[in-house]
């Protein structure tokens, strides 16, 4: 076979045996909710997410994805009101820019900004009520709209990629909320935590492979040279 010819092949080969490796990993995907709500005025409150050895099919896995849903409310005034959706009447304009949220990894330490006071100082005469889920994969970051909190996916201020690669084990995770000046009061009512968690191959892995395509080549060229 001609030079080029085997290299085509070597290289069609590893590739297809690297996706044989990616693909009898197993991937594992487990969420927690809390829906402990609370109304945040001027103040702050963490909700826990605990995962135990019963949730965890193979502890010490690698995290490759993670996404959090939070659903929350942002209404002008300091009412004490829970209702979902928020009854009002509401007069005024609510402030975006007091709310940040952060989640944490607490075993690992590692903490991003899902939002992080990031809004105009007064948004429009319009209170926010629904559900944004942060994930990465999203179009756009969640303060695209400076003046007004969207409902939808967005991306968080800081990226979810800061926790993957690290193992996934029982413990505990934290959802930090936020509220930084009295007014307009933050209301939390739910949130969901997806982790995503597989058997990633080691550099190794894929080292042995790409030893093996330069020893084929090796060996061809002094076959061919022996000719």
Partial sequence: LPLRTLTTRLSLFAGLLAASV??????????????????????SFDRVFTFGAGDIVAPGLSVIDVNISVNFAKLPGDSDELSVPPSGPFSGQPYFDEIAFTLTYVNSGTSINLIRQRFEVQAFSQFFSGTILFDDSAANVVNVDLDQIQIGSFQPIDPLQAFYGQAFVPGSWTLGLNDFAAGDALRFYEATLTVTYAAVPEPSTYGLIGAGILAGLVAFRRFRAKK
């Fill in 22 to 43: 990616a693909a009898h990993a197993q991937i594992y995907t487990v969420s927690k909710t809390n829906s402990i709500d609370a109304v945040l005025d001027s103040a």
